[in-house]
């Protein structure tokens, strides 16, 4: 019997479309996009990881002043209560996609417990 995978990842995503732990996600960032300061905030908070993901992946050291803005961001985006709620959200979702990870690479864990 052949297996087509990529038929259940695709039915996997239609799935996570409708569970919880999306639905949430996506009713809390229409929230959050409904304040416009809030929302700017939010994509300055995203803007400075990916640069910081960025510089750490090439193995570039980061610089004071990009820690202190990074720092300083984070303190403002914590004190937002709608980016607050959509980060709690998407904590949600990716602790389900953990879970399925787990559950997917299961074959390969224990491949190599021997």
Known sequence: MAVNIYDTANEMEEELRQTTEYT??????A???????AYDLFKDFQEV????QQKQMNGE??????????????SEVGNVDV????MDKE???????ND???????????????
Not at 91 to 97: G, H, P, T
Request: glycine share 0%; hydrophobic share 40%; no cysteine.
């Open 61 to 74: 050291d980061l610089t004071d002043d990009e820690m202190k803005h990074a720092r300083e961001i984070a």
């Open 31 to 37: 929230e959050m996009k409904k304040d416009p300061k």
């Open 83 to 86: 980016i607050k709620t959509l």
């Open 100 to 114: 399925i990870n787990q559950i997917i690479t299961k074959p390969i864990q224990e491949l190599y417990q021997d």
């Open 24 to 29: 949430n996600l996506v009713a809390a960032y």
């Open 91 to 97: 904590r949600s979702l990716n602790q389900l996609l």
């Open 49 to 52: 990881q990916v640069s910081l």
